[in-house]
């Protein structure tokens, strides 16, 4: 089990940059896959980007591709999000969470286990 604790999150103009720490726990962290969502009120979480165990891989929803971009330091325990460009619409609560299945896709919510609590993200235009 991992236990993930979001932070780095603000208010910043239009344009501006972020980056999101996902501090997680758990001697075995660097074996799991990891994913950033985000919520907005009265909408589903959605898929932002996942990296791989090995951090070979990395995934993006096509709305941040080009944009943001996910890493992680296993000798940290954290994986980050780095936002530039951001657009008010990036305005959002972000979440950091553990693969913990792979029957499905990895933009699935479904797909992912050990929520942190989250870290707003206010995009001022």
């Known amino acids: 089990q991992v236990h993930a604790v979001e932070s780095g999150g603000g208010l910043v103009q239009a344009g501006g940059s972020l980056r999101l720490s996902c501090a997680a726990s758990g001697r075995t962290f660097r074996r799991y896959a990891m994913g950033w969502f985000r919520q907005t009120p009265g909408k589903e979480r959605e898929f932002v980007a996942s990296?791989?165990?090995?951090?070979?891989?990395?995934y993006y929803s096509d709305s941040v591709k080009g944009r943001f971009t996910i890493s992680r330091d296993d000798a940290e325990n954290t994986v980050y999000l780095l936002m530039n460009s951001l657009k008010p619409e990036d305005t959002a609560v972000y979440y950091c969470a553990r693969r913990v299945s792979f029957s499905g896709s990895y933009r699935w919510e479904s797909e992912y286990g050990d929520w942190g609590q989250g870290t707003q993200v206010t995009v001022s235009s």
């Open positions: 990296i791989s165990w090995g951090g070979d891989s990395t």
